[in-house]
Every structure is written in structure tokens, then in C-alpha cells.
């Protein structure tokens, strides 16, 4: 399949908890997305321009947050970090 920005793919055996969404793989938010969960994945995850997250974010391998973008919870990585321009997080930054 082959990326679209007009649509959205959620893997099977992915699971909606209270205040996370569990999946496996690597994760894309797209630019200006809003988020009410946090997500918890064994892949990296990869956050666009201008996006909000009201949860944590736990991935296993790298997590990059684009410019402008927001992370109201903790950001866990198992590999590296990337915060772009005046990306802000209002919890705390945890490295393996």
C-alpha cells in the first residue's frame, strides 16, 4: 500500500486502551493531527508539523517529533530522539 495522506491505517492487533493505543510497527502521525491517546509501540514513531498529543509516546526504536508539534504526556525510547524547531514536551525525556 502505498502512503496517502487522506487516509488512515490502523493494523490489526491494534488495541485501544483507556489513554493508549498498543500496536506494533512503525507509527505515523501526519502534520496538524490532533491525538487524545498516547501510543505504545515496538517500531519508531514519527510525529508531523504542528501535531498535539495529549499522551505518552513508547516506542522500542527512535521517536521523531517534527517542528511546532506538542507531546502533552512522557516521551520513552528505546533508540534515539528528535525534537525539531520549538517542538515542546511537557513530560519528561527518557533514554534507553
Do not use: C
Not at 74 to 81: A, E, L, Q, T
Amino acid at each position: 500500500m502505498t502512503f496517502d495522506r487522506k487516509t488512515l491505517v490502523i493494523p490489526d492487533k491494534t488495541y485501544f486502551e483507556e489513554q493508549v493505543i498498543i500496536t506494533k510497527g512503525d507509527v505515523v502521525i501526519g502534520d496538524r493531527s490532533l491525538l487524545r491517546f498516547g501510543l505504545n509501540t515496538d517500531g519508531r514513531i514519527f510525529v508531523g508539523e504542528h501535531a498535539i498529543i495529549d499522551g505518552n509516546l513508547e516506542a522500542t526504536n527512535d521517536v521523531r517529533v517534527d517542528i511546532f508539534s506538542t507531546i502533552g504526556g512522557d516521551i520513552k525510547s528505546g533508540g534515539n530522539v528528535y525534537l525539531g524547531e520549538k517542538a515542546k514536551n511537557k513530560g519528561t525525556l527518557s533514554l534507553k
